[in-house]
Each structure stands twice: as structure tokens, then as C-alpha cells.
């Protein structure tokens, strides 16, 4: 489907926002290849999608004024890096939930805002009865669906697809659980959701797959594919998974086949420059943290109010950052261009020297950051370079130019 050709309106809804009919599952998104199936395409809101979608219009700079009262200010490092915030901090839980991604805080914080009444529910992500790791939205309206959804589904997820339900069930104080590319969607439409008071938590998000994607990364990177619950990239460098067994497999990034994975990733993700979730009122993920940790961007008062509902369930500690991630970042960049993979034992030792010597804290959380916007900018040049100068936001500009690009 092309842009002319978007959805037609069929009628009024009674806040007085715009309906069209939801597109067919399957059918050709708005955003073509570069969609991430965040969802809104298949509820009557697609009505908005030329506005709202993060790969058609990227507009992170209003949005941010419209939730945080101010966009990135350009002159602040912390800032650039980050997006708007009030605090950051490390933080686990004192007792974590049992199979949670790391601690569980976000789960946590879902819980203490619906059983005290702040919420009526929460938009969350389970799992299909058949498979672990395919997505099913829902609004959680109990402690025990929101627990349903903990862990992360690391494959592209509908989230927005239960819009119509939130609507139509009359629900007024929601709390919505998302990654960047569903939260920007979700704020170009949430003053027609008829809702009192959102809530916005939000993970980082990078390097997502298609189902069939995530496949392949297993069966390309683990030794029992089959076994595997849970996975993340850790800042130790290596990719850890955790099996049925309860038992860890690590591999080191540099270990990783990259000549085989490099399409592995969707479109969206590779066209993404929102790492760091920059609508959400509150993030929660782990990489500008210690090794152990999460890290906790609060980014206005709605997200303070979040944090503040789990406080007795959490110790903290402020940020740290050391080392210097700009060579690592600078050398990385060819090696992935031209998809090197080196012998397992050497990855092993560069691991073992960079996780000794390198960036930690702030500083991890901005190696990866570079390494993936400099990677992305170069496949947005590469595939789509006329959506280049509209789609790169100022605050990735900056970081990119710091480095050397090749053509
Ligand atoms: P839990 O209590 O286990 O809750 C996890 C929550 O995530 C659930 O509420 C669920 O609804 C939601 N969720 C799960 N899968 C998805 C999905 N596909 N889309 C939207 N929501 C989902 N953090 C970083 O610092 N750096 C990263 O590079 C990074 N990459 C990530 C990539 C993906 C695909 C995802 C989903 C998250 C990523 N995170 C990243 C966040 C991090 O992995 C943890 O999710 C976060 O720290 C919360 O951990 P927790 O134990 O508090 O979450
Ligand atoms: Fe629609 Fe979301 Fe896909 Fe954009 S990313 S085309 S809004 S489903």
C-alpha cells in the first residue's frame, strides 16, 4: 500500500476524533518495509498514521515539548545522549521477580499503579500459549497478567493493536508499557484515547526482529536454540542466554556471526534513533548501569510519580561513567560495515580486554548508542536517502558527525 492510498474514513467516533477501518493483518503498513508493526495500523487510529508513525514522520523534537514541556537541549551532552530528564539513577529491586528481564522494576511499577488504584489498566506484552517468544498485547487488569507479560519478547510487538479496546471498555487512567517506536505512535494520538491521565513507562529498544529473524539469531548464536528463555546484551560485552534449565550461556559480542546476522535485523530498526525512548515518562533499562543494575531515566513529574510508587522496593546509587568508548566506537564501524567475524578465542580475549579496560556506566550506555546510530545513519544513507535529512533527528546528527563515515 502507498501513502496516496491510505485508509478512508468511515465515520466519527463519539470523542469526536476520525475512524478509518483497521488494516488487515498481513496487509501491506503505511510505512511499508521500514514498519515495526507497532500496532496502530490495526485499530481505527491508522487514520492518523501519516502523522503518527515514527517512519513516516519523525517528530521527536515536538513531542518531546508535548510531554516533557521541552525537547533535548543540543548544547547539553547529557541531554543529546539521553533526551529530556529530571534524574537518572542505578536501581534493582531488593527482592526480584522470579524470570523478570533483569529485576523486574518495570513489572513492579506496573503492579503498585493498578492495586493502588492509580490505573484501571495496563498495556503489557504476554507471550502466544504456544510460543514463548511470540508477542500478545493485552490490557492487564490484575497483578497476575501484568506478572504474565514480565520478560522481555524480543520481536517486533502490536502493542498498539488493543487501542480500540481502551476506548471502547471506557477505562480513564491507563498505564501504557512500550518501546520507543509505539510510544512515539502512542503520543501523536493519545488526546483522542479519552483518557483523564496517561502513564508512560518505557524501555530502551535496539536491534528487534521479526519472529523469523529472532529465529535465526538463535540458531545462528546459541548453542540449544530450542532452550533458550531469555536473552540480553549485556554490558560485559556478551550476549547472555538463559536456558529452560535455569543454566547461562554467554557469547561474546565480538564472537557474533556477523556475516550472517547483518539482515537480520527489521528495517525499522536499522532506521531507528530512538534508542533511548525519549516520550516515555519514565525509562527503564540497564545500559548506562553497573553491571547487575538498571538504569532509570525519570524524564518529567508523571514519570517521578512512576518511580515513586516502587521506592521502598528498590536500593539505588547515582550513575557512574569511565573509560573513553570513542576509538572502540570508530574501529567498529568497518568491521561491521563489512561484516568481519573473527575466531572465537580471539573474541573471547578482546572481550575479556574490554570489559577489563573499557567504557562502563554512562559511558557503555554511549558506546552503544554511537555504535548503532552511526550504523543506522549509514544504512538510512544507503537505502533511503531521501528521508535522510527528515528523519535523522538534530540530536543524532551531532553524535554521528563525530565520527569518520564511510561512503
Ligand atoms: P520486566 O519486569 O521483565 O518487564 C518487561 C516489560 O517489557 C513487560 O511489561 C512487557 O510488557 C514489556 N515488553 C516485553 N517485550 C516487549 C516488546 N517487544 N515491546 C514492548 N514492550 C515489551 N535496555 C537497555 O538498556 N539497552 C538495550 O539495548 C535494550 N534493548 C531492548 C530491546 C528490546 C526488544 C526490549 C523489549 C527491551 C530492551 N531493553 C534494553 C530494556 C531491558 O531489556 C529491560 O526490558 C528493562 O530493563 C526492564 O527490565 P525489568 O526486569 O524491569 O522488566
Ligand atoms: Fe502503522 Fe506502526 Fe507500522 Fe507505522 S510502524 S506503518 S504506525 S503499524
Redesign the pocket.
Known sequence: MTLASSPSESGQAPLGHKKARALKPGSR???KDL????????TYY?HY?KE?????NQQIAELETQAHGRSRNLEVEDDIYFGVHQEMMAARKTEPIEGAQWTGIVSSIAIAMLTSGKVEGVVCVQNTPEDRFQPQPVIATTPEEILAARVNKPTLS?N?SVLEQIEQSGMKRLLVIGVG?QIQ?LRAVQDKLGLEKLYVLGTPCVDNVTRAGLQKFLDTTSRSPDTVVYYEFMQDFRVHFKHEDGSTETVPFFGLKTDQLKDVFAP?CMTCFDYVNSLADLVVGYMGAPFGWQWLVVRNETGRELLEMVRDQIETQPVMSQGERRAAVQNSIPAYDKGVTIPMWAAKLMGLVIERVGPKGLEYARFSIDSHFTRNYLYVKRHYPEKLAEHVPAYAQKIVEQYQLPD
Do not use: H, K, M, T
Open positions: 503498513r503505511p510505512a514498519c515495526s508493526e507497532c500496532g496502530l495500523c490495526d491508522v498514521v503518527a508513525c515514527a517512519f513516516i502490536p498498539l517506536c505512535a525499522s
